[in-house]
C-alpha cells in the first residue's frame, strides 16, 4: 500500500528541516526550519493518533543529516521452515529483528537481535534482500526505513520468550500465523524462501 500523500510531505518537510538544522549558523534560517519542524509535527500529530507534544519531542530527538534509518531481520531456517517469533505490541507474527544500533555492523546486529528476540544463536551467512518498506505492502510509518534481510545458521540456544516477544517457532510457507504486517508480509515472506531454496540466485534489492 502506497503511503498518503499527508505523510509523504510531512517525512520531506521534517527532513528538510532537520537537515537545514544540521549545517545552517544562521540564526534566522535555524528559527524558520524549526517552524517547517513545527508544520511538519502538527500534520503528523493531526493524521494519528500521536499527540503534538510527543510528536515535537520525537523530531526533536532526531539529529544530523536525515537518512532511512535501518530495519535488520534475521532469516533463520531449519526443515524447511522459517523461524517467527511473536510480538507484545500487536500479538502477531514476524521475523526477528529491529533496528541497527551504532557502532554494530549487519551482522552483529542480526546475530543480536534473533538471540534475544528468539533465545537461539546464530551466524550470519548470506544477504538476501535489501528492501524499501515503502514498496513492500507495509502500512505507513512515521520514517522511512530500508528493510535488511540476512540468512542465519542455526547454531545453538534454546526458544526463549522476551520484553518484546511472546512465542517463538518454526513454520511452513504455506501454514504460518498472522503475521505483524508493519514488521513482515507475505510477499517478503514468499521472496525469502524463494531466496532460500534457490542459493545461487542474487540478492534483491529495491
Known amino acids: 500500500m502506497a503511503n498518503p500523500k499527508w505523510l509523504e ?4 518537510l521534517q527532513a528538510h528541516a532537520q ?3 544540521t549545517y545552517t549558523t544562521n ?9 517547517i519542524m513545527e508544520i511538519a509535527a502538527e500534520i503528523m500529530a493531526t493524521y494519528t493518533d500521536c499527540e503534538l507534544p510527543v510528536m515535537r519531542e520525537l523530531f526533536d530527538s532526531q539529529a544530523g543529516y536525515m537518512t532511512p ?13 522459517i523461524l517467527l517469533v511473536n510480538e507484545l505490541a500487536d500479538g502477531k507474527w514476524t521475523l526477528p529483528g529491529g533496528w541497527v544500533d551504532i557502532n554494530e555492523s549487519p551482522s552483529e546486529a542480526v546475530e543480536r537481535e534473533v538471540r534475544e528476540e528468539s533465545g537461539y544463536e546464530v551466524k550470519a551467512t ?10 513492500h505492502g507495509h502500512p505507513s510509518f512515521i520514517f522511512h526505513l530500508y528493510k535488511v534481510f540476512i540468512q542465519c545458521d542455526l547454531v545453538g540456544g534454546s526458544p526463549q520468550t522476551s520484553l518484546e516477544t511472546g512465542g517463538v517457532g518454526f513454520f511452513a510457507e504455506d501454514d504460518h500465523p498472522p503475521l505483524s504486517i508493519g514488521r513482515t508480509t507475505p510477499e517478503v515472506l514468499a521472496h525469502l524462501f524463494q ?5 545461487n540466485m542474487p540478492a534483491e534489492f529495491d
Open 126 to 135: 548470506r544477504f538476501l534482500a535489501l528492501y524499501d518498506r515503502n514498496k
Open 69 to 81: 534509518k535501518l530495519d535488520i531481520r534475521g532469516v533463520v531456517f531449519k526443515d524447511d521452515k
Open 9 to 12: 510531505w510531512a517525512q520531506a
Open 19 to 21: 537537515n537545514g538544522l
Open 27 to 35: 540564526p534566522f534560517d535555524a528559527e524558520r526550519y524549526h517552524q
Open 195 to 199: 531466496l532460500y531454496r534457490n542459493p
